[in-house]
């Protein structure tokens, strides 16, 4: 919108042209400017103010409104629009290094250097130097006009050479130099070091830490390649990020006006160096997808473990074929052995046809020769006793005694016999005696080398301890510990070898408790009664004899009855024994408790228990085995007179 000066309206707002309406900006909400002229004293305000003159005083209720303004405390908001640098700054924004001509080192210029160029520079422009160069113009005004632009170009020096001799001043001036930010996005193979190479180059000014590694070219080392890539990953950049809307700190109204103005800048500087980074690993992840030397790397890797896993296909599929092959052998193995034993089993079979024809014949033909004995029944030789023989004689036998009774007749046949019946009956005796000790002792010791082997071939049973030593090793040293079974063997110590273990925990541990056993575990826990030396006190009742008892339901239940003694002239030492067993006068007393004790302990233990009747024995205090059983069989016959009885 053009502004014509020559004319305006009275009015609160000067940017009121042509009398049309604007829009003026502030911290808050836009507002219309009033179209409406002023009257009465705002008129009159208004044309003093339009022909320069401004009253001193002010309205009462101005100075109110004032006073009311200036006791608010500004809130936050009103701090966005107050202390901002002016954006236009930065677009005027004067070449330090040109100024004191350093344009060809910028960044790279050293201290010295800015200070001799500065002093060279202020000797050459110094407004006495350049006062020559007044008297060359004319009027007043050009020499003015000169003598000022002197002294803005010498001030201008001063103030390049107290910005770029101060480091935190020239650190932020360089971070704001122009400077070419542009990413290589994409490049041929042949073309990477010539694009990428200047690109790093150009962002290592940045770098905290200096010298920067080079890219390096296609004979670089591998090892040189990584720490590059490696350098740049973890990137340090000293670059300030100075911001057109940073507020100055300087124009803090208050303490807290500047904290605030701290915590925004530190917000736009961060969010700027957020954003520097990712360019930076834009560059390199840019840089690293078409790196040469990694893509050749990868592709041998890729090939390495293409090679490992092909080599160990071509190994899994020798060792399938080495089991597929082994697993043949041992099938073709088992099919002849299976074929030699069965060659062995039909020969044996032969055999045994053979054997039974032989045996059969000559039990024919002692059947053929003792026709002529059993008929005349000489020495009572009968029919049964021939049987007899041909039963218990094998091939041999029978064939003695056949060829024997070939050779003679009558009565000496009749002889043969009967020496062969005696001495068939005497072996028969000895085969059943030596069953019955194989019943009663479970095994025949023949000799003392075979009961030897014998238990020598048998393992060693486990004991409780080692058992319970066996799962508290198993508890310690769970699976995939170190050699685990010889730690186990180690911790039992008792010699026991890992297949003994291996074998206990397929076995032992997975036994369930024998309940048959259970009664003597408790007796073994069981503490040991206190014996009562006095007859006075003592609860067993041994003042006369007790009547039978009557034992019901298999001898389970019983009827007792308790007859009074007229005797108690007894010595207390004839009553009791040491641990509570009684006295030799008394041992066919039995107490109430006893009685008790007997019935309990033949229904805890039956028939088909093992040690039935010790363990009998131990459950009824003071009695022995044969005291027990005399006792139960005197109250069996009781229970069966008394019901022969009723």
Known sequence: MVVHASFRLISYSDELVDGQ??????????????????????????????????????????????????????????????????????????DHYALLGLSHLRYLATEDQIRKSYRETALKYHPDKQAALLFAEE?????????????SHFKAVQEAYEVLIDPVKRRIYDSTDEFDDAIPADCAPQDFYKVFGPAFTRNGRWSAIQPIPSLGDENTPLKEVDNFYNFWYIFKSWREFPHADEFDLEQAESRDHKRWMERQNAKLTEKARKEEYA????????????????LKRKEAEKAE???????????????????????????????????????????????????????RKERTRLRTLSASVTSQHLLDVSMEDVESLCMSFDMEQLRNLCDKMEKSEGLEQAKLIRNAVGHADESEAKKQDEK????????????????????????????KEEIELLRKGMQKYPKGTSRRWEVISEYI??????????????????????????????????????????????????????????VQNSGARTDSSEESSSSTSQKPADVTAANGVSSSSDQDAWSAVQERALVQALKTFPKETSQRWERVATAVPGKTVIQCKKKFASLKENFRSKKSVN
């Open 493 to 550: 110590g008792t010699g026991r070898s890992v297949e003994e273990i291996l074998k206990a925990t397929k076995t032992v541990l997975l036994q369930k408790p024998d309940g048959a056993k259970a009664f003597d575990s408790f007796l073994e826990k069981r503490k040991p009664a206190q014996s009562i030396a006095s007859p006075l006190t003592t609860r067993e009742e041994v003042v006369g004899a007790s009547t039978p008892q009557v």
């Open 139 to 151: 009027t007043e005004a050009a020499k003015q006009a000169k003598k000022d632009e002197i002294e």
């Open 21 to 94: 309406p604007i829009y003026v900006s502030s911290n808050c909400l836009p507002l219309k400017a009033s179209k409406y002229e002023p009257a009465g004293h705002s008129f009159h305000a208004a044309a003093l103010k339009f022909l320069g003159c401004e009253e001193d005083a002010e309205v009462d209720d101005q100075k109110v409104s004032n006073d009311k303004e200036q006791t608010c405390f500004p809130s936050y908001e009103s701090y966005s629009s107050k202390g901002k640098k002016k954006s236009g700054e930065g677009s005027n924004q004067q």
């Open 436 to 463: 019955k000790n194989v019943q009663q002792n479970g095994s025949v010791e023949t000799n003392g080398s075979t009961l030897l082997k014998t238990f020598e071939k048998k393992e060693k049973p486990w004991s």
């Open 305 to 359: 473990k293409q090679k490992k896993k092909e080599a160990k296909y071509l190994a899994k599929k020798l060792q399938e074929e080495e089991a597929a092959r082994a697993a043949e052998e041992e099938r073709r193995r088992k099919v002849e052995e299976e074929k030699r034993v069965a060659e062995v089993a039909l020969q044996q079979k032969k055999v045994k046809e053979k054997e039974k024809k032989l045996l």
């Open 279 to 294: 360019r930076i690993r834009t560059l390199v992840d840019n840089a690293y997808k078409r790196d040469p030397r990694i």
